[in-house]
Each structure stands twice: as structure tokens, then as C-alpha cells.
């Protein structure tokens, strides 16, 4: 098993610019997250999904959107990114109701 | 204040050296707490869980909670370099262990020396 991954590991925005950050995972967990982790501030939930078709907010959704069709995807979207933004992201997964959660290795997110 | 302070460190040790890390939280509903091990330049990974109070022992990691304190710790006895990492301590409400709504503290860098 590939476990979670992330894609790009690295990018480099202007603001204004949208862009999406990719998370899979291939052991069919049913939940996913996605987590920021800033200098400071530690990890904080933005958005979580508890099975394809189903999202909620977390602490942080605020110029985030997401949306799950299927098990192994969970995409982030930045709609207009903003310097705030810069920040490293992190996709999760478990199998509920008490598996603990699996990270993906990270995106860097620098919005200039 | 934040829910969850845990003092960032640095924290340098020698090999061998029992280390101890902490994290105090002020939220009396949080019901399960955790540590992650994160490396430099990659995603947490669990490293130990408890529920409620007491300790609970894995290796060379005890880990222990004291919620009448709101205080919990991580001791790592013979501290290895590859221990050196960053220890994130997370909690969450309710009876749903892993629930997403996890509180994370910022983190404590450790680094063992040689």
C-alpha cells in the first residue's frame, strides 16, 4: 500500500491564483482530512469528510473548498489564494470508529 | 488562551538521557490524548494513545495522563538519535477515538545528541 499521498510536494503561488492540492489514499478508509500546520500554531483541522458524498468544516475553512466523489479522493481547492495561505498541508485518513489516523508527507504551500 | 500549550522547546539531550515532554490543556471534555513523532519535512506519525487517565507503557515510551491536573506527559528512556524529532500531544472530545476534531499542541523539537 501506497498509504496517503500528496500532490505537488511543493508550490509557489501568486495571489489571486486558484489551485487544487491532491490527496489519495488506497487503504479504503472511509474518513479524510486536511489539516494546516503553521510555525506556532500546530496542526488545525480545515476540512474533514466522513465518506464520499459527505464534508463538514473544520476550525480553518475559510478560503478553502473541498468535495469527495470518491473513497480514495479528498482535493483541497484554494480558490484565491492569499498570502495567509502559505502554510504546510496535510491530508489524513483512518477507518473509523477507532483506527488513528494515517498523514500523507505534506504539501508546502508558499503564496507570495 | 489555547486549549492545548506545550512548550516548543528546542530540547537537546544526551543519548541515554530519559527525556520528558509535556503538554497542559484546559478543556475538561477531552477524553483521549496522543502523541505524534513528526521528522523533519514529513507528515505526523502516532506514537502512543491513552484513554482517560493513567499510563500506558510501549518500549522505551510511557506515556501518562493526569486529568485532574489537566496534564499529560511522554518519557522516552534511552534516548536514541533517531528519536530526535519533533512530539506533537493531540486530544479530542467523545467517545470516538481519532475523532477529527483533534486538538493539537504546537510542538516540542527534540534532538538527542551523540
Known amino acids: 500500500n501506497a498509504g496517503v499521498t500528496q500532490t505537488p510536494k511543493f508550490q509557489v503561488l501568486k495571489t489571486g491564483q486558484s489551485m487544487t492540492l491532491q490527496c489519495a489514499q488506497d487503504m479504503n478508509h472511509e474518513y479524510m482530512s486536511w489539516y494546516r500546520q503553521d510555525p506556532g500554531m500546530g496542526l488545525r483541522l480545515i476540512h474533514y469528510?466522513?465518506?464520499?458524498?459527505?464534508?463538514d468544516q473544520g476550525e480553518v475553512p475559510n478560503g478553502y473548498n473541498v468535495s469527495r466523489s470518491t473513497t480514495e479522493d479528498f482535493p483541497l481547492r484554494l480558490l484565491s489564494a492569499a498570502p495567509s495561505q502559505t502554510s504546510v498541508y496535510f491530508c489524513a485518513s483512518r477507518r473509523p470508529p477507532r483506527e488513528t489516523q494515517y498523514f500523507g508527507p505534506g504539501t508546502r504551500l508558499l503564496v507570495l | 488562551q489555547k486549549e492545548v500549550e506545550q512548550d516548543p522547546g528546542p530540547l537537546s539531550v544526551p543519548e541515554g538521557a530519559i527525556v520528558s515532554l509535556n503538554c497542559t490543556y484546559s478543556?475538561?471534555?477531552?477524553?483521549?490524548f496522543m502523541w505524534y513523532r513528526q521528522y523533519s519535512r514529513k507528515g505526523p506519525e502516532l506514537l502512543m494513545y491513552t484513554y482517560s487517565s493513567g499510563n500506558k507503557e510501549d518500549g522505551r515510551f510511557t506515556a501518562q495522563v493526569d486529568k485532574s491536573s489537566k496534564y499529560i506527559s511522554l518519557f522516552i528512556r534511552d534516548s536514541q538519535p533517531s528519536d530526535s524529532a519533533t512530539y506533537l500531544c493531540?486530544?479530542?472530545?467523545?467517545?470516538?477515538?481519532?475523532?477529527?476534531?483533534?486538538?493539537f499542541g504546537t510542538g516540542t523539537r527534540l534532538t538527542i545528541i551523540p
Open positions: 478543556n475538561s471534555a477531552f477524553q483521549y
Open positions: 493531540a486530544m479530542s472530545e467523545g467517545s470516538n477515538f481519532g475523532n477529527e476534531k483533534l486538538t
Open positions: 469528510s466522513v465518506g464520499a458524498g459527505i464534508t
